[in-house]
């Protein structure tokens, strides 16, 4: 018999209200945004007061490009590597080696040294994906500590503790000019990793990547192949990490071991993806332009100190306990709050509930007192049998 509920008119589409800002709205405010930060990207270095502050753009804009390659890993499975450092030393010692040795333009040299990252990356993704949890943290710390030995003790072949030089790829222009010249192709090589994160988002893998990030024993068992998407989505990060780091090395052209091959490095990457949102399509971006201003700023006012070090730590530790998805979410999240509130169930007044009973046929007094709310008929035998209640008897055997 069907209840009191049930003999209420289904609500219709306008029942349910919908704050005045729209999706189309949000979608052309994320455009907008977007449209003035590619304008500030682009007349940057116009504005620049000196080649410094120019030389730190393209520090930050590297640091952007590490952290949002990092975000191919973290943001998609959940998986936290402080080891990424290990691809960023190695992209950036690839291209000056195969530079030095074989001779190639600066650029060939640079997207060779990206294959032999990815070429290195997988098996070391299929014994590292093995594990989960704190186990891969410690697996990925020690390849970067175990590549920082090595090429610190190979001097013939790497330089060891002396470095490597690299030779600049546009020998002939001035500082600032090469500052100029190598921002541009970090922007380049930046909006290259997100419109890739983008695309990624938005298909049918990435949709496996983040069912492994919310539960991957469930994700494994609806069928996704959690090991090769795990694995591609490491290779993907290591590579697009690596590119990175041999871009650095064609720009600054002198490679430190004890820096190419820092945890400290791995650690800012994941602090600027955790600080913007690993969610967040720019979520690193944001949070490698308060890191890397931040980091130049405490450098220019205490110089060789650690107080750098205090300072991150600090920040990472109130990024974790006030704002655990991100800057980007947070922002959101506030104004939501602050915005006109959706609900989805439309206020009436009694007149117009009343209205609306009687247009149903329903006795709106019999509805709310618990009387009948429609009269009893004899259930249909199929309808009974499909409801799963008794069937009424024959005829002959009443």
């Known amino acids: 018999m069907p209840n009191a509920s049930s003999t209420l008119a289904a609500p219709s589409r306008e029942t349910t209200t919908r704050p005045p800002t729209s999706r ?3 979608r052309i405010a994320a455009a907008l945004a977007l449209v003035v930060g590619a304008l500030v990207v682009a007349l940057f270095p116009s504005m620049a007061p000196n080649a410094y502050i120019l030389s730190a753009g393209v520090v930050v804009l590297s640091y952007a490009c590490t952290a949002t390659s990092w975000n191919f890993m973290g943001g998609f499975t959940g998986y936290i590597s402080l080891g990424h450092a290990a691809y960023f030393g190695l992209g950036a010692y690839g291209t000056g080696i195969i530079i030095r040795e074989l001779e190639l333009p600066s650029f060939v040299a640079w997207a060779l040294a990206g294959v032999v990252v990815a070429i290195i990356t997988v098996p070391i993704g299929i014994a590292a994906l093995r594990v989960r949890g704190a186990s891969f943290v410690i697996v990925s710390i020690s390849f970067v500590l175990i590549l920082l030995l090595v090429f610190q ?53 990435g949709i496996g990547l983040k069912a492994i990030r919310e539960d991957e024993d469930k994700a494994e068992a609806l069928g996704i192949p959690t090991r090769n998407y795990k694995l591609v989505a490491y290779v993907v990060s290591a590579t697009l990490t690596g590119l990175a780091g041999g871009m650095y090395a064609l720009w600054f052209g002198d490679l430190d071991p004890i820096f190419q091959f820092s945890i400290l490095l791995g650690s800012y990457m994941v602090l600027m993806a955790l600080l913007g949102g690993i969610r ?41 306990l006030f704002m655990p998805d991100g800057i980007i979410p947070a922002v959101q999240a506030g104004l939501r709050r602050l915005g006109p509130q959706s609900s989805s169930i439309r206020e009436m007044t009694a007149s117009e509930l009343a209205e609306r009973n009687a247009a149903a046929g329903i006795n709106g007094d019999s509805v709310f007192s618990g009387g009948p709310a429609a009269p009893e008929q004899s259930p249909d035998p199929a309808v009974a049998r499909h409801a799963g209640g008794p069937t009424p008897a024959p005829e002959e055997e009443r």
């Open 24 to 26: 189309r709205t949000r």
């Open 153 to 205: 003790g190979w001097g013939s072949f790497t330089g060891g503790s002396n470095g490597l030089v690299v030779p600049r790829p546009f020998p002939d222009l001035m500082r600032p000019e090469h500052h100029r010249v190598f921002f541009y192709l970090f922007a380049a090589l930046l909006a290259v990793m997100l419109v890739l994160w983008w695309a990624i988002d938005r298909s049918r893998f």
């Open 280 to 320: 967040n399509l720019f979520g690193p971006l944001v949070g490698a332009v308060i890191v890397g201003v931040a980091l130049e700023v405490f450098k220019l006012e205490f110089g060789d100190t650690q107080f750098h070090l205090v300072a991150t730590g600090l920040l990472l530790g109130l990024v974790v």
